[in-house]
């Protein structure tokens, strides 16, 4: 409604009513939450508690079922499957509540107006190009809470509140040029190779010696039978990335080790001697090897460092939440 009027306040009659109505919508909007005890079942049942925060059971129940609707791929699941989502629910309440307890302890707001403005500009609620204010007020508020067990005011402030604080989070996060590169390096220079995994057990048990076998597999004299007759054998990995270098042992890791591999070229497939991590020995043979292009990189630098930072973004504010998480003292009833 709001940015009807805009659009049509050609004079001063219809720009002091859009003054006016903005007026009516900060008093009116945010002002309590709306309560209807009567149709609220389990009001008093507690799901889990955030500090001293309490998430009730119904606001539980109303999210699962919020999530259902909004998604297809819960709606069918199996029964043995309810808990699951009702835990991933929960978990998602309390991380929400998390976010708009660490919004509000630095100092972020969300003013009537910002309210009101959202919640008027929602399509669903917006017939004939006009903000249906009677329909939201008797209708949509009373059944959104009646069905969802949240309050669509309370549930849409504290949305606003995680994004201001998203923002500054996004914008704290930096990463360089060169950082960029390099992890479009980790992520686009891909090796496959052949392993030869001889872990202590069949060393002992078949009497293997590691150095003297070495050999035999630069030769590439080492059959699949013969193989076989000493406990082993050969696997392929494909397209592993510096980014996937975990993958390449079979238990632990090892930089170093890993960049050994990752050394390897066509002329140079093997490195000078068996690698060993711990009292495991491998060998490698590289079979093939693509280099990133960063001449690529430096013609869509914009993009590739736009793209790298959203991906790194994604796993700094895990990182961050999962310390804000550790930090509070989360109870799930």
């Known amino acids: 409604m709001l940015n009807v009027l805009r659009k049509k306040a050609s004079s001063f009659i219809v720009k002091l009513l859009l003054g006016s109505l903005a007026l009516v919508f900060i008093l009116y909007f945010g002002s309590t939450p709306f309560r209807d005890d009567q149709n609220k079942t389990n009001s008093t049942s507690t799901a889990a508690y955030v500090d001293n925060y309490a998430i009730s059971e119904n606001e539980l129940v109303g999210f699962v079922r919020l999530q259902k609707e909004m998604n297809p791929f819960y709606q069918n699941l199996p029964e043995n499957l309810e808990s699951t989502i009702k835990q991933s629910a929960l978990n998602a309440l309390i991380d929400r509540k998390i976010l708009e307890l660490v919004a509000l302890k630095e100092g ?15 399509p669903s609620l917006v017939k004939d190009g006009k903000f249906d204010v009677v329909f939201y007020h008797e209708r949509f508020r009373p059944g959104y809470y009646n069905r969802y067990g949240i309050d669509f005011e309370t549930w849409t402030k504290q949305g606003l509140l995680i994004s201001k604080l998203k923002t500054i989070l996004d914008k704290s996060f930096f990463i360089s040029d060169e950082q960029a590169k390099l992890s479009y390096l980790a992520n686009n220079t891909k090796i496959s190779f052949k392993k030869i995994t001889l872990n202590p057990d069949t060393i002992s048990k078949n009497n293997i010696i590691p150095d003297e076998l070495w050999p035999l597999f630069l030769q590439n004299k080492l059959s699949q039978e013969k193989l076989k007759q000493l406990g082993l054998n050969e696997k392929s990995l494909n397209d592993i990335s510096i980014s996937g270098a975990h993958s390449i042992f079979e238990n632990g890791f090892d930089a170093n080790l890993a ?23 491998y060998f490698f043979k590289l079979v093939s090897r693509i280099d990133a292009d960063l001449a690529a990189f430096e013609k869509n630098k914009v993009e590739e460092v736009k793209k790298t930072k959203e991906t790194l973004a994604e796993g700094y504010f895990e990182n961050w939440l999962q310390k804000e998480r550790d930090q509070r003292d989360i109870r799930i009833l």
Do not use: C, G, H, W
């Open 108 to 122: 972020l707001r969300v003013t009537k107006s910002e309210l009101a403005e959202n919640i008027t500009s929602d």
């Open 259 to 281: 960049s050994e591999v990752f050394k390897l070229t066509p002329s140079n497939p093997y490195p000078s001697q068996p690698l060993k991590l711990d009292d495991t020995y």
